[in-house]
C-alpha cells in the first residue's frame, strides 16, 4: 500500500502527466455543472413527477446514464447517449456499406471522416430524441411548470435546439478530455455520471437498512462487501486473456524465412476473455426499450401485459431475454471487431507462426476457434453480471443500490478506471518511475 502511495505521489512530478489530469477534472466539472442547468421555460421546482419517473425501472438507466440530467430537465438531458448511438451506427454499418469499411482501412484520415459522420448522425439522432423528450415532459409535467405553455411553438423550437447542443457540446468535452486529458473522453463523462448517482443510492440504503430497522449495519457493511467482490470479478472479466505462443522465423540471407528451431524469438498474442467490453449489454438494453415502447402504443390487454413486463428492469421475464440478448451479441461483435483473418495474414507476412499450426488459413482457424471457446464463458459470465442487479433486488435491496452491483454501469466504471489507470501507468513507465499497477511493465504482443 504504501509503495501504491509512492506510485501515485511521482504522477504530480510529471509536468505533462499533472496538466493533462488537471484538464480533465476541469472538463468533468464543467459537465457536472451543465447537468444541473435547468431547460429555459421550466420551473425547477415543478420536477418532482419527472424525478419520480426515472426513480425506478427503465427510465433510471437513462437518468444514471446521464448524470441524473434526465430528471433534472437539464441542458444535458440527452447526455451523450445520442453519440453512442451514433457510433454503434456507424459501426454496424461499416460491415455492409463499402465506402464505411474502405474509410476503417485508411489510417488517420480515414478515422477522420468516420468521426465527422458519426458527429453528423448524433445530430440527427438528438434532433429526433430532443422533441420526444419534450413531449415527455408535456405528459409528465403539471401545466404550470410550463412558464411559455404548453403550445408555445419558441419554446418547442428552442428546447430542441438546446439539447442538440447540449449533446454536441458534450461531445465536444469528451473528444477534448482525449484530446488534452487522460483517458477515454466519452467514457469517462458517461463514467462521472453513473458515479454522480452512487453516494444518494448508498444513502437511500443505509437509510433504508439502519434507519428503518430493516436489517441494520451489519446488514448494510455485508451488502458493500458483495458489492467489492463483483467488482473484483469485473476486473477478472476486463483483464483475462488467452495468450496463444507465436514463434518468428529467421530471414536467410535470400530472403526466405528459416523456422527459428531455438524458440529465442516468441511472443505471444493475447485474446482477451471478453473481446466486445460492455457494447454487447449496450446492444441488449437498446434492443429492450423496443417492446415496451411498441407495446404501449396500443391499449389492448395483451400489449399493456407487454409493455409491463419489459418496463419492468428486475422481472424475470425481461432479465431472461436481456441475457439471452447478450449472449448472442457478444458472439457477434466479437466476430466482428476481432479480425482473426487479418491476424493470421499478417502473421504469415512477417514470418510468424504459431507451434504446431499451418499459417495461413489454418492459423485463422485456430485463432477464430480459440475466440469462440473463450467468447463462451465470457459472455455467460457478462450476462450474470448484467442481470445480478435483478438477483440482489430480490434479497431486498434498494433499486438505486442495486443498479451498481452489475449491469452496464458496472462495466463502464470498471473498464474506464482500468483504461485511465493503465494510461497514468504508461506515463510513470515512461519517466522510469513505478507504475501504479505491477501488471503495467510494457510486454510486447502480436495484436
Not at 440478448?325 to 476481432?338: C, E, K, P, S
Request: aromatic content about 12%; hydrophobic content about 50%.
Amino acid at each position: 500500500m504504501k509503495k501504491f502511495f509512492e506510485s501515485f505521489s511521482n504522477v504530480w512530478k510529471i509536468e505533462e502527466l499533472k496538466n493533462r489530469i488537471l484538464v480533465t477534472l476541469g472538463l468533468l466539472l464543467v459537465y457536472r455543472f451543465g447537468a444541473h442547468v435547468t431547460l429555459p421555460g421550466i420551473d425547477a421546482t415543478q420536477l418532482n413527477s419527472l424525478a419520480g419517473q426515472t426513480k425506478n425501472g427503465i427510465g433510471s438507466i437513462l437518468d444514471m446514464f446521464t448524470g441524473g440530467a434526465f430528471s433534472k430537465a437539464s441542458v444535458f438531458a440527452l447526455g451523450i447517449m445520442p453519440y453512442i448511438s451514433a457510433s454503434i451506427v456507424v459501426q454496424l454499418m461499416g460491415i455492409a456499406i463499402p465506402y464505411l469499411q474502405k474509410l476503417q482501412k485508411d489510417g488517420e484520415s480515414g478515422r477522420k471522416k468516420l468521426n465527422q459522420i458519426t458527429r453528423w448522425l448524433t445530430i440527427a439522432i438528438t434532433l429526433v430524441q430532443g422533441p420526444g423528450y419534450i413531449y415527455n415532459l408535456y405528459r409528465t409535467l403539471p401545466g404550470n411548470a410550463f412558464l411559455l405553455g404548453f403550445d408555445s411553438f419558441s419554446f418547442l423550437f428552442s428546447s430542441v435546439l438546446i439539447l442538440t447542443t447540449g449533446t454536441i457540446f458534450a461531445m465536444w468535452l469528451g473528444e477534448k478530455i482525449t484530446d488534452k486529458g487522460i483517458g477515454n473522453g466519452i467514457s469517462l463523462l458517461i463514467m462521472v455520471g453513473i458515479l454522480a448517482r452512487l453516494p444518494q443510492a448508498l444513502f437511500q440504503e443505509f437509510t433504508s437498512k439502519v434507519t428503518n430497522n430493516n436489517g441494520g449495519p451489519m446488514l448494510l457493511a455485508f451488502e458493500v462487501i458483495v458489492w467489492l467482490l463483483v467488482i473484483i470479478a469485473c476486473v477478472l472479466l476486463v483483464m483475462a486473456v488467452r495468450k496463444i505462443p507465436v514463434q518468428y522465423a529467421r530471414r536467410t540471407t535470400t530472403g526466405d524465412f528459416e523456422e527459428d528451431m531455438m524458440g529465442g524469438n516468441r511472443q505471444w498474442i493475447p485474446l482477451k476473455l471478453n473481446s466486445a467490453g460492455v457494447m454487447p449489454i449496450i446492444f441488449a438494453q437498446a434492443i429492450m426499450f423496443i417492446p415496451a415502447a411498441v407495446a404501449g402504443l396500443s391499449k389492448s390487454e395483451t400489449s399493456q401485459s407487454i409493455a409491463g413486463t419489459f418496463s419492468n428492469m428486475f422481472g424475470f421475464w425481461y432479465n431472461l431475454v436481456f441475457a439471452t440478448l447478450i449472449l448472442v451479441f457478444t458472439f457477434f461483435y466479437t466476430a466482428i471487431t476481432v479480425p482473426t483473418n487479418k491476424m493470421a495474414d499478417d502473421l504469415k507476412r512477417s514470418g510468424g507462426f504459431i507451434p504446431g499450426v499451418k499459417p495461413g488459413i489454418e492459423t485463422a482457424d485456430f485463432l477464430d476457434r480459440i475466440m469462440s471457446l473463450i467468447t463462451f464463458p465470457g459472455s455467460l459470465f457478462l450476462a450474470l453480471i448484467a442481470v445480478f442487479p435483478a438477483i440482489v433486488v430480490s434479497a431486498n435491496v434498494q433499486q438505486s443500490w442495486a443498479m451498481f452491483y452489475g449491469g452496464t454501469s458496472l462495466i463502464i466504471m470498471v473498464g474506464v478506471a482500468i483504461d485511465t489507470i493503465q494510461q497514468i501507468n504508461s506515463y510513470l513507465l515512461n519517466k522510469h518511475y513505478d507504475g501504479l499497477m505491477k501488471s503495467g511493465k510494457n510486454r510486447k504482443a502480436v495484436a
